[in-house]
C-alpha cells in the first residue's frame, strides 16, 4: 500500500507545479476562439439560451474596436462588449473599476469570452472543424473557479482544465508502469513525462493537444486493464475517454491500430496457453457499446451535429482532410525513399528530447523488443504500438506535418512509459544497482534544470545533439522558436511594469486576440490602429520574431529594421520576441532621416501580359516609399493580385512579400487612397523598380505620377 502512494507523488507535483506556474504563461493562438465556443455551448446547456442579453454588459477599455470583433463591438443592448473587464487584483484595476462603477456595484464576474459577437448562433454558422468537448471542458473549470469560485483568474481557470487532464495521464502512465515495472519504473516515467518539454509547457496554453493526449492514453490504459482484468466497468471507463478525446480531436480514430494488433496477441497467446478465451461475457458486451458510447457522448455535446448528422460529420472529415493531407513546402528536405516518407517528425522528436530522456527511451525500446521475442510478454508491444502509431502516421507518405509534432502528442505518454522500461533494463545490472539509480536520477535532474532555465518557454527547447535552439536556428528547421503565441504574456508583463501611463501598444502581425486584454494594465491603450511607422507616434509594438513568412511583410519589418528594441525576449541568446518603442530615441541614426529621390526613369511597359510600371532610379538608394497618383474614373480598381519586385542590377529581381491591393499597414499612417496608392519598403538596396498589376486596365496605369522615398544616410 505505501508503494501505490509514492506513485502519486510525481503527478501530484506535476499538478502543483502546473497550477503555481500558470500565471507565467500566455494562450495558443488558437485558443480566444476554442474559449469564446466553449463558453457560448456551455451558457447554452446550463440555460437554454443562445445570447448574452441577460448579463451586464462593461464598458470597453480600448479606444477601439479591436480587430478580430469583426467591427462590431456593441451589438446589444448596455454598450460596447470587445472586452470585459472582470475584477482583478492590484490598485491599476481597483482604480478602473472604482471610476467605471458606484464602489459596491460591482460585483459580477463574467469571462471575457463571452462574448456578444460569439454567441451560440455566431458559433454554429461557422462550426465544421474540430469537435468542442475540450472547449466546454475549459469553459466549467472558468464557470467554477472563476466565476462561481473567484479564486483563478479568467485565462488561469481555462487553463486550469488541461492541467488537471494532463495530471490524469501523468497518474495513468505512473500506475501502469507500476503495474507491470515496479515502482522506481513507475516514478521514472510519470516524472519524465511530467518534465518532457513540449508536454509541461503546452499543457498551460493548448487547449487541445495535451487534453487529447491525456484523453488518447486513458483510452489505451483503461483499455488495457478491463481487459487483462476482466472488468467490465474499465472498458466503459475506457469507453467514455475514447468520447472526450473524439470530443476533442480525431486523432482517436487512429487508437485501433494500437489496441487491436495488441488484443489479438494477448487472446492468440491466452488460448495456446490456457486453452480459452480470456474474454468474460461482461467484457465483451462493454466492447460491444464500447463505440456507440463514444459516439453519442460526442453527439450530445455538440449541438452542430444534431440538426444534421451526416451532412455535418462529411463536413467534419473534409476539414480534417484539408488540414491532414499534403506536405508543406518547407518539408519537401526531409522526405525519403520514393515514396515520399517524411522523415521530419522523427528527427523533431530526436532534437527536442531531452538526452537522457532519449537515452533511456531508446534502451526501453530495445528491452521492449527483447521482452516480446524472448518472454513473450504482452505490456511492451501494447507501448510500443501506442508510441510508433502517431509516428508512421504522420510521417506517413503525403500525410500533412507542420508545427513540429505538437499535433500528434499521444506519442508522448508511451516515450514516457519507454524511459520507466529502460530504467527497469537498467537496474538489472544487480552490483551496481545504486549507482545506476542515482546515475538516472541524476540525469533527469539535469533535464529537469535544462526546462527550468528557459521557463516559460520550454516548447522551444532543443537539446545538445542539433546544438540547441541556436543550432536549430543555424540548421533552418522548420518551425524552430515558435512558441505559438504563448511568449505574447511576457511582453505584457514587461509593459505592466514599464510603460508609462496611458502607453498605446499593438501587434504588427498578430490579431489582438494573441493577448487578453485583462492581461495588461487598465490604462494601456490595446489596438493594432496605433500603428503609426514613419509618423513615430511614441506607441509600442511588440511581436514574435522566428523564421516564418509574415516576417517579411513591412508592418513588421519597419519595426525590427529602424528601430532597437526597448525588450528582447530570448533563449540562449535566440529572440522570440521582440519590443518596440516607436519614437525619434529608439530609431536607428541611419534611419531617422528619409529624402526625395528623382527617378532616371519612368516607363509604363507591357510585358508578357499585361502592362506595368517600371522604374530606373539610376543609382542604387535604400527604398523606402513609392507613391503614385491616378486616376479613378475610366480605369478598373486594382483586383486582389499583383506585385512588387526589387532589383539592383535589372538582372536578379526579388518579389516583395507585401500585394499592391491593399494597404500594407493602417491608412492613416501611410496617405493612401482611392488616388494615391503607397507601397512601403524597410529600407531596402534597389536601383530598379517594378509594379506589376497583372491586370488590364489597372488604375494604378492611368495618369500615374510617381515619387519614390529612400534613406538620406546609408546604413
Known amino acids: 500500500m505505501r508503494k501505490k502512494i509514492w506513485l502519486w507523488v510525481v503527478p501530484l507535483l506535476f499538478l502543483l507545479m502546473g497550477i503555481l506556474t500558470l500565471k507565467d504563461y500566455g494562450i495558443n493562438w488558437d485558443e480566444p476562439y476554442h474559449f469564446m465556443r466553449g463558453q457560448a455551448y456551455l451558457y447554452f446547456f446550463m440555460t437554454g439560451k443562445k445570447d448574452y442579453l441577460s448579463l451586464p454588459k462593461y464598458p470597453r477599455l480600448s479606444s477601439q474596436c479591436p480587430d478580430w470583433a469583426k467591427g462590431n463591438c456593441s451589438v446589444s443592448p448596455g454598450g460596447a462588449t470587445d472586452i470585459l473587464s472582470s475584477p482583478q487584483k492590484g490598485p491599476i484595476y481597483e482604480d478602473a473599476v472604482n471610476a467605471l462603477f458606484p464602489k459596491g456595484l460591482f460585483k459580477l464576474w463574467r469571462s471575457s469570452y463571452q462574448h456578444d459577437v460569439y454567441d451560440f448562433n455566431s458559433i454554429m454558422a461557422v462550426e465544421g472543424g474540430h469537435p468542442p468537448l475540450n472547449d466546454i471542458m475549459a469553459a466549467f473549470t472558468n464557470y467554477v473557479f472563476y466565476q462561481r469560485l473567484h479564486i483563478m483568474g479568467d485565462i488561469e481557470s481555462h487553463h486550469l482544465f488541461e492541467i488537471l487532464s494532463s495530471f490524469l495521464i501523468v497518474a495513468g502512465v505512473g500506475i501502469i508502469t507500476y503495474f507491470n515495472f515496479g515502482l522506481f519504473s513507475a516514478l ?23 487534453p487529447d493526449a491525456a484523453f488518447f492514453g486513458l483510452t489505451i490504459i483503461l483499455f488495457y486493464f478491463g481487459i487483462i482484468k476482466k472488468n467490465w466497468k474499465f472498458i466503459f471507463a475506457s469507453s467514455i475517454f475514447a468520447g472526450l478525446a473524439l470530443g476533442t480531436k480525431l486523432n482517436i480514430v487512429f487508437a485501433p491500430f494500437v489496441v487491436a494488433p495488441w488484443l489479438m496477441y494477448f487472446l492468440i497467446r491466452g488460448y495456446i496457453k490456457y486453452k480459452k478465451i480470456l474474454l468474460t461475457k461482461k467484457v465483451f458486451v462493454a466492447l460491444i457499446f464500447f463505440i456507440p458510447i463514444a459516439l453519442g457522448l460526442v453527439y450530445a455535446f455538440w449541438p452542430y451535429l444534431w440538426k444534421d448528422p451526416l451532412g455535418s460529420v462529411m463536413e467534419v472529415l473534409r476539414y480534417y482532410k484539408q488540414i491532414g493531407i499534403g506536405t508543406p513546402v518547407e518539408m519537401t528536405s526531409y522526405l525519403v525513399t520514393r515514396w515520399k516518407w517524411n522523415t521530419y517528425p522523427l528527427i523533431w522528436i530526436i532534437y527536442t528530447t531531452q538526452i537522457p530522456i532519449l537515452v533511456l527511451s531508446i ?39 507542420y508545427g513540429g509534432v505538437r499535433h500528434i502528442m499521444e506519442f508522448v505518454p508511451p516515450l514516457a512509459i519507454t524511459v520507466g522500461i529502460g530504467a527497469a533494463f537498467i537496474l538489472k545490472v544487480k552490483r551496481l544497482k545504486i549507482i545506476l539509480g542515482t546515475l538516472i536520477v541524476t540525469s533527469l535532474l539535469f533535464a529537469t534544470y535544462e526546462m527550468v532555465k528557459i521557463h516559460p518557454n520550454e516548447n522551444v527547447y532543443f537539446n545538445q545533439i542539433v546544438g540547441g535552439l541556436p543550432g536549430a536556428r543555424a540548421k533552418n528547421i522548420p518551425y524552430w522558436g515558435n512558441t505559438y503565441g504563448n511568449v505574447y504574456q511576457q511582453g505584457a508583463d514587461w509593459l505592466n511594469k514599464n510603460a508609462e501611463p496611458n502607453a498605446r501598444l499593438g501587434f504588427p502581425i498578430a490579431t489582438q486576440a494573441n493577448l487578453s486584454r485583462n492581461k495588461l494594465r487598465t490604462d494601456i491603450d490595446f489596438a493594432n490602429s496605433s500603428w503609426s511607422g514613419t509618423n513615430r507616434s511614441g506607441e509600442y509594438e511588440m511581436e514574435m520574431d522566428l523564421e516564418w513568412p509574415l516576417k517579411y511583410v513591412y508592418s513588421f519589418q519597419y519595426y525590427d529594421v529602424y528601430l532597437n528594441p526597448v525588450y528582447v525576449v530570448s533563449v540562449e541568446g535566440v529572440p522570440l520576441l521582440k519590443v518596440w518603442k516607436n519614437d525619434l530615441e529608439h530609431t536607428k541614426p541611419e534611419f531617422k532621416n528619409e529624402i526625395n529621390y528623382i527617378p532616371k526613369r519612368i516607363l509604363i511597359r507591357r510585358n508578357v501580359t499585361n502592362k506595368e510600371i517600371y522604374v530606373d532610379m539610376g543609382k542604387e538608394i535604400y527604398f523606402t516609399r513609392i507613391s503614385i497618383q491616378h486616376a479613378t474614373k475610366g480605369c478598373t480598381p486594382q483586383a486582389p493580385i499583383g506585385y512588387l519586385v526589387l532589383s539592383e542590377d535589372n538582372k536578379i529581381w526579388k518579389r516583395e512579400p507585401d500585394p499592391i491591393y491593399t494597404p500594407q499597414v493602417p491608412v492613416t499612417a501611410t496617405g493612401w487612397t ?12 534597389a536601383r530598379y523598380i517594378i509594379i506589376d498589376p497583372q491586370m488590364e486596365n489597372s488604375c494604378l496605369l492611368s495618369n500615374p505620377v510617381v515619387r519614390i522615398q529612400g534613406l538620406k544616410v546609408l546604413p
Open 674 to 685: 482611392d488616388s494615391n496608392f503607397v507601397y512601403l519598403s524597410a529600407g531596402k538596396k
Open 363 to 401: 534502451s526501453g525500446i530495445l528491452y521492449s523488443i527483447y521482452l516480446i521475442l524472448f518472454k513473450k510478454k504482452d505490456f511492451p508491444l501494447l507501448v510500443l504500438f501506442w508510441l510508433l502509431v502517431p509516428i508512421i502516421r504522420i510521417s506517413w507518405p503525403n500525410a500533412g506535418s
Open 188 to 210: 521514472v516515467a510519470s516524472f519524465s513525462l511530467s518534465i518532457y518539454p513540449l508536454f509541461f509547457s503546452e499543457s498551460h496554453f493548448n487547449i487541445k493537444d495535451p
